[in-house]
């Protein structure tokens, strides 16, 4: 059974910097691209980035890929998110994803919450 | 980008009616993906490539559409159906998600 599981959400200041986690089980991590999705507590949902199976080649939403960078770690099948300068518009929960070629986000983690405020 | 606009924002149906939800893109795309999510829970794909059901997802379910005009019908309303439900594309980066479509049991 393929599952995800998220975690690294915080209630954290603006400015900050955190790291997301998503373990992977119940598949072969390393041959599947993954991508970051976040929803807003008004349910709007917005693509991040993904990122290629090897690790070698990321592309992001435009207006994000200057504070958020993707990564991977095949060898202990995790994603991560690392977000910089973190702003209140980025509070959010946030799900990884496993890509499916033509199958889209083919499933998701059980998501990890951000909460940004002073 | 391409902008998703969903219609409606909202909708209630009783058991056993029709259902039928669109979206509309601002540019053609390919195709057009289905998500669905419960109160709660996580998204799930419910259709992708427009109109292939993903494993699992029960045959009242169907999409179809071309080019910027896309649906996805529920042919017989059931009470597990109740959840918001989100149409996106993977046709130009980056890819973006329709604001959803809440449906209620009436």
């Known amino acids: 059974e393929v599952q995800l599981v998220e975690s690294g959400g915080v209630l954290v200041q603006p400015g900050a910097s955190l790291k997301l986690s998503c373990v992977a089980s119940g598949f072969t991590f390393s041959d599947y691209w993954m991508s970051w999705v976040r929803q807003t507590p008004g349910k709007t949902m917005e693509w991040i980035g993904d990122?290629?199976?090897?690790?070698?080649?990321?592309n992001y939403g435009s207006s994000l890929k200057k504070r958020f960078t993707i990564s991977r770690d095949n060898a202990k099948s995790t994603l991560y998110l690392q977000m910089s300068n973190v702003r209140s518009e980025d509070t959010a929960t946030y799900y990884c994803?496993?890509?499916?070629?033509?199958?889209?986000?083919?499933?998701w983690g059980q998501g990890t919450l951000v909460t940004v405020s002073s | 980008e391409i902008v998703l606009t969903q219609s409606p924002t909202t909708t209630a149906a009783s058991p056993g009616e029709k259902v039928t939800i669109t979206c509309l893109a601002s540019?053609?795309?390919?195709?057009i993906y289905w998500y669905h999510q419960k109160s709660g829970a996580s998204p799930k794909l419910l259709i992708y490539s427009t109109s292939t059901l993903a494993s699992g997802v029960p045959d009242r379910f169907s999409g179809s559409g071309s080019g910027t005009s896309y649906s996805l019908t529920i042919n017989t309303m059931e009470a597990e159906d109740v959840a918001t439900y989100y149409c996106?594309?993977?046709?130009?980066?980056?890819?973006?998600f329709g604001g959803g479509t809440k449906l209620e049991l009436k």
């Open positions: 540019s053609s795309v390919s195709h």
């Open positions: 996106q594309q993977w046709s130009s980066n980056p890819w973006t």
């Open positions: 994803s496993r890509v499916g070629g033509s199958t889209g986000f083919a499933y």
């Open positions: 990122i290629r199976y090897d690790g070698s080649y990321t």
